[in-house]
């Protein structure tokens, strides 16, 4: 089994900056990608960023230039560090993680439980 766990969600005034860390735990043998994901009230869970084993990584366009993901694969954490937040940022982050796992070894999605991020205007 496959536990992920967030930290770092809380309240800021826009153009402030959190920081969002996700360790992942359990029999994890690789990890193929980690990320962040979001959903605002009414709204659809959407990508915020992705990182690769590789180290490659991918924005959505909305938080280009403000956020950066990261990784260290040792540890099997992810972090996103969120500056210039904006008010539309505002939702719950979900850390995802694209990992194989087990014996015998088996390749599954997983989910965190979510942290909230809430940006004052």
């Known amino acids: 089994q496959v536990q992920l766990v967030e930290s770092g969600g809380g309240l800021v005034q826009a153009g402030g900056s959190l920081r969002l860390s996700c360790s992942g735990s359990?029999?994890?043998?690789?990890?193929?990608?980690m990320g962040w994901y979001r959903q605002a009230p009414g709204k659809q869970r959407e990508l915020v960023a992705t990182?690769?084993?590789?180290?490659?990584?991918n924005y959505a366009d909305s938080v280009k230039g403000r956020f950066t993901i990261s990784g260290d694969g040792a540890k099997n954490t992810v972090l996103l560090q969120m500056n210039s937040l904006k008010p539309e940022d505002t939702a719950v982050y979900y850390c995802?993680?694209?990992?194989?796992?087990?014996?015998?070894?088996?390749?599954?999605?997983?989910w965190g439980q979510g942290t909230q991020v809430t940006v004052s205007s």
């Open positions: 359990g029999s994890i043998i690789t990890i193929v990608s």
């Open positions: 995802n993680a694209d990992v194989r796992s087990g014996i015998p070894l088996r390749r599954g999605v997983y």
């Open positions: 990182i690769l084993s590789s180290g490659d990584t």
